[in-house]
């Protein structure tokens, strides 16, 4: 079966230090992988996604994140947060199943400190 | 008004009442989304439109009707609901309905039903 695992559903780090979100997926099919962010009160935006190509991606406010296809992770990455990052993260994966589907992780609430 | 916007912005109902959530898109997009995103559970996916036409229905219960009349509008019709429908639904959309495509989200509509 399909799964994304976030795993850690907190993670407190203090400003300007560095911050890796870990995201594991598990799928019998090729897939295309997404970093969404939720601020309070708010829907989710993109930060940064997969498709093909190289694996290290760039994404919006400093984020970046590699696919790694053997340990099928695609852990998100910041070298040095502020207040602001402070938020709910979600990983995705899209199975190309033909039609698709879209899988999210639990998330993973990001909590910058001064 | 910009992006993808819901109305209402927060809701309170009974089991017995009937009421509708909006969502608008003003992106020129061809498929629109209802998530339904519960405390500590994964975003889950309940219904997708493309081009007017309802493409995913995931075995979400008969008493969230949605009903799309144009590419621009989405809307969920909510009736005889239960305490456990209780949750943050977010309407999306993409250009398309493809697998690498983008979605973007609305705020939420944050529904208590009592």
């Known amino acids: 079966a399909q799964s994304v695992t976030q795993l850690d559903s907190q993670v407190p780090v203090f400003e300007e230090a560095p911050v890796e979100l870990r995201c594991n997926y598990s799928?019998?099919?090729?897939?295309?992988l997404f970093w969404y962010v939720q601020y309070p009160n708010q829907g989710l935006q993109l930060l940064l996604k997969?498709?093909?190509?190289?694996?290290l991606v760039k994404g919006i406010n400093g984020f970046e994140a590699e696919f790694n296809k053997s340990q099928t992770s695609f852990h998100l990455r910041k070298p040095s947060v502020h207040i602001s990052d402070t938020a709910e993260y979600f990983c995705?994966?899209?199975?190309?199943?033909?039609?698709?589907?879209?899988?999210f992780g639990a998330g993973t609430r990001l909590f910058v400190k001064a | 008004e910009t992006g993808v916007t819901q109305t209402p912005r927060h809701l309170v109902m009974g089991m017995t009442n009937k009421k509708s959530l909006k969502c608008e898109q003003h992106?020129?997009?061809?498929?629109m989304y209802w998530y339904k995103q519960s405390a500590k559970k994964p975003l889950e996916l309940m219904f997708v439109?493309?081009?007017?036409?309802?493409?995913e229905n995931n075995s979400v219960p008969s008493r969230f009707s949605p009903e799309c009349p144009n590419s621009s509008h989405l809307f969920l019709h909510l009736h005889t609901l239960q305490p456990e429908d209780s949750a943050l639904y977010l309407c999306?959309?993409?250009?398309?309905?493809?697998?690498?495509?983008?979605?973007?989200f609305g705020p939420g509509t944050r529904l208590l039903v009592l």
């Open positions: 999306a959309s993409s250009q398309d309905y493809s697998p690498e495509e983008t979605q973007y």
């Open positions: 439109y493309n081009f007017k036409e309802q493409t």
């Open positions: 995705a994966v899209t199975l190309n199943t033909g039609g698709f589907k879209t899988i």
């Open positions: 799928s019998s099919v090729s897939v295309y």
């Open positions: 992106l020129g997009h061809n498929a």
């Open positions: 997969y498709l093909s190509g190289s694996t």
